[in-house]
């Protein structure tokens, strides 16, 4: 079974800021089955980048997904107010433990 | 614009049956994988298992023995029971769209999520 272990748990930035949030596979994964997700407490996931680099529809374009393998990253170029949330990676059936970003 | 839409009992009693519906409304409810995904208060995100519009069902192997997913194409809902439940199950259940990610795995669609405990 994979596990997807995200680091690190919790960000603590400022608005404006560049964040890298990684999401890393015990085992070399396809990346077209990797996702990330943006959840804000007491709402569902939102579902930001498929394939580890397509954005869906409607998001920014500051969200970027990259990598390949075991290591796969999240990039939001510049945070505004409505990114501090929980980030979750997601590979097929299995998620990570997610990641929080939080105002500094 | 695809919507879906949880429906259920909010508390169930330790060792009895949790009975969900998802109903699920605009866009094509053939061809997608339908999904069950839970999160414990304050924990992450867990995979319970799918039904395809043709009623194939996928469940999670820790999870298995005790989850049956079945699905109505005709009203566009599918339904998830889980039986023996314990507080461990105290958790909001989602209903998510599994589907268009260009061949993987993505849930673009979600439900609001409906919360379930299990107390006595």
């Known amino acids: 079974e994979i596990v997807l272990t995200q680091s690190p748990g919790t960000l603590s930035l400022s608005p404006g800021e560049r964040v890298t949030l990684s999401c890393r596979a015990s085992?070399?994964?396809?990346?077209?089955?990797l996702a990330w997700y943006k959840q804000k407490r007491g709402q569902a996931p939102r579902l930001l980048i498929y394939g580890a680099s397509s954005r869906a529809t409607g998001v920014p374009d500051r969200f970027s997904g990259s990598g390949s393998g075991t290591d796969f990253t999240l990039t939001i170029s510049r945070l505004e107010p409505e990114d501090f949330a929980m980030y979750y990676c997601q590979h097929f059936r299995t998620f990570g433990q997610g990641t929080k970003v939080e105002i500094k | 614009q695809v919507q879906l839409q949880e429906s259920g009992p909010g508390l169930v009693k330790p060792s009895e049956t949790l009975s969900l519906t998802c109903n699920v409304s605009?866009?094509?409810?053939?061809?997608?994988?339908w999904t069950w995904i839970r999160q414990s208060p304050g924990k992450g995100l867990e995979w319970i298992g799918n039904v395809f519009y043709s009623g194939i069902t996928n469940y999670s192997p820790s999870l298995e023995s005790r989850v049956t997913i079945s699905v109505d194409a005709s009203r566009n809902q599918f339904s998830l029971k889980l039986t023996s439940v314990t507080a461990a199950d105290t958790a909001v259940y989602y209903c998510a769209r599994e589907g268009g990610c260009s061949g993987g795995t993505c849930y673009h669609y979600w439900g609001q999520g409906i919360l379930v405990t299990v107390s006595s």
């Open positions: 085992q070399s994964v396809s990346s077209t089955y």
């Open positions: 605009g866009g094509s409810f053939n061809n997608y994988y």
